[in-house]
């Protein structure tokens, strides 16, 4: 199993090729029967989470059954962009050459290279992105929890059934991806199922979000100003001394931010096509998000947008590094001369 394959699965991470060809053992679902009786499903027109499991039940807003809950950090836009734009974009995306990458997904990646583990970025490569995705990130400028949202990486994952896609519960890396994360689904209606985390807070570099600011409060963003003074004030507190080695000791004074609820442990959110969904707050660091093989029926493309924390920004001490990746993320260029693509699309030899 720990073996390279070609079908881009490394470790413990398997998909139906792998499975099939090499016969490694099906991974088994990482949400337990239990789990899934008590599951709550989020709903984008009330705001709430309310029992069940099957996603489609939001649907029937506002006839829901049981009691809805409170379950702040998720946003849901829908018809963000139009069919048409849905339309234009995948064949432009599909223009692009595809990485394999783990789970049975493809990937287009553009952004910095980080080294989570040594907690290294090189942006010497990053030349920014396709232009052809510009007026998304432009869109954000409407969206009020998207304010001041600068993207420094850009990441589109294709989900085939034919190749058992899925992702693992994970919670995207905090040392330098900031707090929020928007999505756009394209091609199908999908699921993000969220799971409670419990491990230690070294996993995911969790620990230093204890070292910056949080980036949103009560829903609203914070000004540039107000995240400077919160940020001078922590790094005054804690002695201005950086998350390292024995951080979890150093920092275990300092709370994260509580989710104000009581919630069971799998929370299923909904990923409507052309969708953007927003995760912030608790959601991005209190639970881990995967996508399950079962919630993926037919090819699903998304685009996935991240931001620095604030150490790399302005206030922050890393504020040099962090200016870097913000100019290169601040180009676009054609894909057709970037990759020196033909008329058809195809790469030129």
């Known amino acids: 199993m720990f073996q390279p394959r070609p079908c881009g699965c490394k470790g413990q991470r398997t998909c139906l090729l792998c499975e099939k060809e090499m016969g490694e053992q099906v991974m088994s679902s990482w949400v ?11 709903c984008p027109e009330c705001d709430l989470a309310w029992p069940g499991w099957d996603t489609n039940s939001w649907k029937c807003h506002p006839n829901h059954q ?9 946003k849901i836009i829908q018809n963000f962009i139009s069919e048409e734009e849905e339309r234009t974009l995948m064949d432009s995306i599909d223009e692009v050459p595809w990485d394999l990458s783990q789970s049975g997904r493809r990937k287009q990646n553009y952004g910095p290279k980080c080294n989570f583990k040594k907690r290294r970025v090189r942006c010497d490569t990053f030349s920014g992105y396709p232009a052809f995705t510009k007026y998304i990130q432009d869109r954000f400028a409407m969206v009020d929890i998207l304010r001041n949202f600068q993207t420094v990486e850009q990441c589109s994952l294709e989900y085939s059934p034919e190749r058992g896609a899925s992702i693992d519960p994970h919670i995207d890396d905090c040392w330098i991806w900031g707090e929020r994360i928007p999505t756009l689904s394209l091609l199908l209606d999908s699921t993000l199922t969220l799971r409670k985390f419990n491990g230690p807070e070294t996993k995911y570099n969790l620990v230093d979000r204890k070292t910056y600011p949080s980036q949103v409060e009560d829903g609203r963003v914070k000004g540039d100003g107000t ?13 201005d001394i950086q998350a390292g080695d024995n951080a979890e000791e150093k920092y275990s004074s300092l709370m994260s931010q509580p ?3 009581s919630m069971p442990d799998v929370v ?5 096509r052309r969708s953007l969904l927003v995760l912030y707050g608790p959601p991005r660091y209190d639970w881990e998000h995967g ?15 991240r931001e620095l924390t604030p150490t790399y920004l302005p206030c922050g001490p890393k504020a040099k590094v962090g200016e870097a990746i913000l100019q290169a993320g601040k180009v676009f260029w054609d894909h057709h001369s970037y990759y020196s693509l033909d008329q058809e699309g195809t790469v030129e030899t």
Request: contains cysteine; positive net charge.
């Open 291 to 305: 996508i399950l093989r079962e919630d993926i029926p037919s090819r699903r493309v998304c685009i996935t947008y």
């Open 259 to 261: 989710t104000g609820c």
């Open 66 to 74: 049981g009691e809805g809950r409170v379950f702040p950090g998720v």
């Open 227 to 239: 995240l400077g003074e919160e940020y001078a004030k922590l790094q005054t507190q804690t002695g």
């Open 268 to 272: 299923r959110v909904p990923m409507p």
């Open 32 to 42: 337990t029967h239990t789990q899934k009786e008590h599951a709550l499903v989020y």
